[in-house]
């Protein structure tokens, strides 16, 4: 069992790129965020638990998101390809994964640094729609939908995450900073990791990324 980590604060991209590296090269696409999310909707015992830290913008405790971790990982067989996004985000996760993987003889291969400007971040999120019905995103300056507030896959109304006002993702910035940002001195002293360019275009980030993958 194999698995790479996208690392990069919020709105630097680990979703988009999730997409294209499942499409390319198979990965299995493990985001944290949108279990969670789904948890949440689902009105489930660990979604009650984490709403209140989502909506604030707080991390979700690492109980809460090992548990979620384990499950997922035991859905899958030894050749499986793990891609994380948004885990681990603190040391303690991170040590927890590296546990994990040593039980089940899985390796990190890579650590995917996206780097982006805190002004470049916010300018992303605070312009980000999703739809309701559908969950397509949308972003008002760079994918505007044909119809404002309007979803064109199926009509149905776009909103903004409460995760996504500019208060939270200050928030969030600030709280990757303190807690997520030591991870990129852990997996570099690990020799794991790869600082990316995800300031410009999704094709280029992810052809970046793709290099790598293929050397």
């Known amino acids: ?58 991390l979700v405790s690492d109980s809460i998101i090992l548990k979620i971790i384990k499950e997922r990982i035991k859905q899958e067989g030894p050749e499986a390809q793990f891609m994380f996004d948004g885990f681990p985000r603190t040391m303690d996760q991170a040590k927890a994964l590296d546990v994990l993987f040593a039980e089940i003889g899985g ?54 995450r409460a995760d996504d006002s500019e208060a939270t993702i200050l928030n969030r910035l600030e709280i990757y900073e303190k807690q997520t940002a030591p991870l990129i001195d852990y997996y570099q002293k690990k020799q794991l990791l790869r600082d990316i360019n995800a300031s410009g275009t999704m094709a280029e980030t992810d052809a970046a990324v793709m290099n790598v993958l293929n050397t």
């Open 1 to 58: 069992m194999e698995a790479i980590i996208l690392l990069g604060g919020p709105g630097a991209g680990k979703g988009t790129l999730a997409e294209e590296l499942m499409r390319q090269a198979g990965y299995l696409h493990v985001s944290t965020g949108d279990m969670l999310r789904a948890a949440v909707q689902s009105g489930s015992e660990v979604g009650r638990e984490a709403k209140p830290c989502m909506e604030a913008g707080e």
């Open 107 to 160: 390796t990190i291969s890579h650590v995917f640094n996206l780097m982006v400007l805190s002004e470049t971040l916010l300018a992303r999120l605070t312009g980000r729609r999703v739809c309701k019905s559908c969950g397509a995103v949308y972003h008002m300056a760079n994918k505007p939908p044909k119809q404002e507030g309007v979803c064109d896959v199926d009509g149905g109304e776009l909103y903004q």
